[in-house]
């Protein structure tokens, strides 16, 4: 039982630990939190979800529509909603509302195209499960907690071994500074959306496989990766995996030994005591614009 | 070979460049020498492509500079930003790999760069944030150079330093003047920057007032009075207090 919920944790975590570093990424750069993410993941699984069931069943090509409709989507959003104000070098918090609205926008038009109805991915991942320590651990889990830890090492890699890594680490400190070393910052900005969006795509095709796909999957799940990330310290990222990794298996268990109703009220709970006791979270950046 | 031509850029109500014109000739060092708040520093950032100017135009090699940083690095003008603007987080190393991000092969810069400042060679698996002000200042140098520039602007390069080191700071920009680079200095160091300078001129509330040789800068009696002389802090004051 204990090992089998702690598995479940790790998966979910690990998926909260994808869109949690999108949060973190987006957040470094540019010090705002990009509410407009969750759309992307539910894009991700739809697109994942009709991949499946109209062309082929095969889950890691399913994965990599998820990935691509998702990047498109988060790339489109920046150019459209975000680049105009950063052009015009708005407040944060005016970047923070409009994403807001695009995220309330997004949900309403994926309803609309798709109806509010939950799908099941055509081929059931989540009834399979295989005997490790005399504990049934979902083939599932294992799928994406393997999926999830490439995804995150790869991202890991770029930011640390690259030149675009490099200037990725540099922007973090400041934009300005990294224009001036003939870094083209919006092309940089639109790259670190392109690689969120990977990231929520991935969780999305993901969360598609282990539970259902239905328009406001994406805020759910994101929201709990915001917190995630609030918790690990907005900004950094390894503060955002390590934050998904423990909110993930402290859910788990709640659910699993109190109760499955106190799950969500838990994480809530959770990220208000963290904003009230520690708000630069376990490894944070601290700044002043910042939304 | 870089010429700005009535310039004018106002932050709001306030009026920091007010029709600026000159010239900085190929291979010289140009001091340009003023007041806090005489808009030095403004005038740099439109250089640099960080500001817009209202009017006027900028122009290099006989075509205009665009309005953008990392475009104009690309046209061979690099900024050695007030205040240094180091990356902290990174590396001595990577903030010179940062410099050179336009550059193919970084490996010669960085080996022309510790050579030049040997400390930097010594230290450069140390977080930039961890050196001195002195070292700090020598790092974005370095890094300034590392995208080969034709011309380095630098703003400011003495502030917050010792004066011993300012020297040291001095000598640099006058050797990497002479392996060819141009340089636009801004200094409220007045008397230093004039030192080493070929043409310099004198900004005051957004306009050039008087511009000459370096020596004949550093003659002139109300330069003297403002800026170098005795007498200078006081007058220095008096200027803030009237920009106040």
């Known amino acids: 039982m204990f090992i089998q919920q702690f598995v479940n944790g790790i998966s979910v975590g690990s998926v909260y630990a994808l869109m949690a570093v999108g949060y973190a990424l987006i957040y470094s750069l540019l010090n705002f939190t990009n509410f407009a993410h969750g759309i992307s993941v539910t894009i991700g699984a739809f697109a994942a979800f009709f ?62 195209a798709f109806s509010g109805r939950f799908r099941i991915f055509p081929v059931n991942f989540s009834s399979e499960s295989i005997k490790i320590f005399g504990a049934n651990i979902g083939v599932v889990d294992i799928i994406i907690f393997v999926v999830s830890m490439i995804a995150l090492l790869i991202v890991e890699l770029i930011i640390r071994k690259t030149r675009l890594g490099l200037a990725i680490r540099g922007a973090s400190f400041s934009l300005d500074t990294t224009s001036l070393m003939g870094v ?20 999305g095709a993901l969360l598609g496989a282990k539970y259902t796909t239905y328009p406001s999957l994406g805020t759910f799940y994101t929201n709990k990766a915001f917190i995630c990330a609030v918790f690990g310290g907005l900004g950094s990222l390894p503060g ?22 106190l799950r969500d009220l838990f994480s809530y709970f959770i990220l208000i005591v963290i904003l009230l006791v520690r708000p630069s979270g376990l490894m944070g950046k601290s700044s002043e614009n910042k939304a | 070979m870089l010429k700005c031509e009535n310039l004018r850029f106002s932050y709001g109500k306030i009026q920091a460049l007010n029709g600026i014109s000159f010239e900085v000739k190929q291979g010289e060092i140009m001091s340009i020498i003023g007041a806090n ?27 205009p500079l665009p309005h953008s940083g990392h475009e104009v690095v690309g046209r061979g003008i690099a900024l050695v930003p007030e205040g240094r603007w180091i990356f ?12 050179g991000y336009l550059v193919k092969d970084r490996k010669i810069g960085i080996k022309r760069a510790y050579e030049m400042f040997r400390l930097l ?10 050196l001195s002000g002195g070292e700090q200042q020598m790092l974005a140098i370095a890094r300034g150079l590392m995208s080969n520039p034709k011309v380095l602007l ?6 917050g330093l010792a004066p011993l080191i300012v020297n040291d700071v001095i000598n640099t920009i006058d050797e990497i003047n002479k392996q060819g680079v141009t340089v636009l200095l801004v200094e409220q160091n007045a008397r230093k920057a004039l030192k080493i300078a070929h043409h310099a001129c004198v900004i005051e509330q957004g ?11 550093a003659r002139d009696k109300s330069v003297i009075s403002a800026y170098l002389g005795r007498n200078a802090k006081k007058t220095n004051n008096n200027i803030k207090e009237l920009n106040n």
């Open chain 2, 154 to 159: 630098m703003d400011e390069p003495s502030l």
């Open chain 2, 37 to 63: 708040g005489a808009g030095k520093s403004t005038l740099m950032r439109c250089i640099a492509g960080m500001l817009k100017p209202q009017s006027g135009k900028i122009i290099y090699d006989g075509k």
């Open chain 1, 240 to 261: 955002a995996m390590i934050g998904a990794l423990i909110l993930g298996v402290s859910e788990s268990m709640i659910s699993a030994y109190v109760s499955t109703g």
């Open chain 2, 88 to 99: 902290p987080n990174l590396t001595v190393e990577e903030n010179l790999l940062m410099g």
């Open chain 2, 207 to 217: 306009k050039i007032v008087k511009y000459d040789t370096g020596d004949e800068i």
């Open chain 2, 121 to 130: 060679g010594e230290r450069k698996k140390q977080r930039a944030g961890t």
């Open chain 1, 51 to 112: 991949f499946l069931t109209y062309a082929m069943q095969n889950l890691l090509s399913g994965i990599i529509m998820g990935v691509i409709a998702a990047a498109l989507l988060a790339a489109f959003i920046q150019l459209v909603a975000y680049r105009p104000l950063l052009k015009r070098n708005s407040k944060r918090i005016f970047l923070m509302i409009i994403g807001l609205g695009v995220s309330v926008i997004g949900d309403n038009l994926i309803i609309i």
């Open chain 1, 184 to 203: 083209n910052t919006y092309k940089l900005i639109l790259t670190i959306f392109l690689i969120a969006g990977s990231l929520a795509g991935i969780a």
